[in-house]
């Protein structure tokens, strides 16, 4: 069964922290995207990663920088974080040749509240 | 850019009875993909179904069909016989290009089901 697995469901974390969120997928996908949602704003693209070391901005890149080092295991990073960060998480990953149907496949999702 | 347009906040449908999710698009790319995603109360994303805009033929799954109309960029799913589980948010999304593939997504439907 593929998945995509993330580190945590639910995270509570203090203003200024560093803030670590852990996404690993087993269907060997080289695509990998961070999702943000909030309600009555659907999902927006934080970054993504078409490889290994390679990273984009999204739509909504600040305030957070990814990393990925390892082809499975795509990091979202908040530096410090910051009560408008509270929010939905999702992870996702397709194949590189995603253009042509393949769906992409998502985590659970973590929910992140910043106090 | 591209533009997923979701009007309908909210619907709700009586069990067995098909119900219609309104989904509009906007995009300058010659070839594209839709597809639709939903979301229970659990939060995980499950795909429903996708649409090629050079498919010949409107999408179907089950219970699940898209009625596809590429003159008026829409992409509406219908929801024949309606079960309880069905209750859920519904999320209309354009395969991004420009993005590795991303998604973007409309804002969504919730959609209740009733006994």
């Known amino acids: 069964d593929v998945k995509v697995t993330q580190s945590s469901r639910y995270l509570v974390k203090r203003t200024g922290e560093k803030v670590f969120l852990e996404c690993v997928q087993d269907?060997?996908?080289?695509?990998m995207f961070w999702y943000r949602q909030d309600p009555g704003l659907g999902l927006r693209l934080i970054y993504f990663?078409?490889?290994?070391?390679?990273?984009e901005k999204g739509d909504i890149p600040e305030g957070y920088s990814v990393s990925r080092e390892k082809k499975e295991r795509f990091s979202l990073i908040l530096e410090s974080a910051s009560t408008n960060q509270t929010s939905m998480y999702l992870c996702?990953?397709?194949?590189?040749?995603?253009?042509?149907?393949?769906?992409?496949?998502f985590g659970p999702g973590t929910r992140l509240t910043v106090l | 850019a591209q533009k997923i347009t979701q009007t309908q906040p909210g619907m709700f449908v009586q069990e067995k009875e098909a119900v219609t999710l309104d989904c509009t698009y906007d995009?300058?790319?010659?070839?594209?993909?839709l597809f639709w995603y939903k979301q229970p109360s659990s939060g995980e994303m499950i795909f429903l179904i996708y649409?090629?805009?050079?498919?010949?033929q409107n999408a179907t799954e089950g219970r699940y069909s898209l009625n596809f109309q590429k003159a008026r960029k829409s992409a509406n799913l219908v929801i024949s016989a309606s079960q309880l589980g069905d209750s859920a948010m519904y999320f209309c999304?354009?395969?991004?290009?420009?993005?590795?593939?991303?998604?973007?997504f409309g804002k969504g439907t919730s959609l209740l089901v009733t006994p």
């Open positions: 649409q090629g805009s050079y498919d010949q």
């Open positions: 990663s078409y490889d290994v070391k390679m990273k």
């Open positions: 996702a990953s397709s194949s590189r040749l995603a253009g042509e149907g393949d769906e992409q496949f």
């Open positions: 995009t300058s790319d010659p070839s594209y993909g």
């Open positions: 269907m060997d996908h080289e695509n």
């Open positions: 999304a354009i395969l991004n290009s420009n993005s590795g593939y991303a998604l973007n």
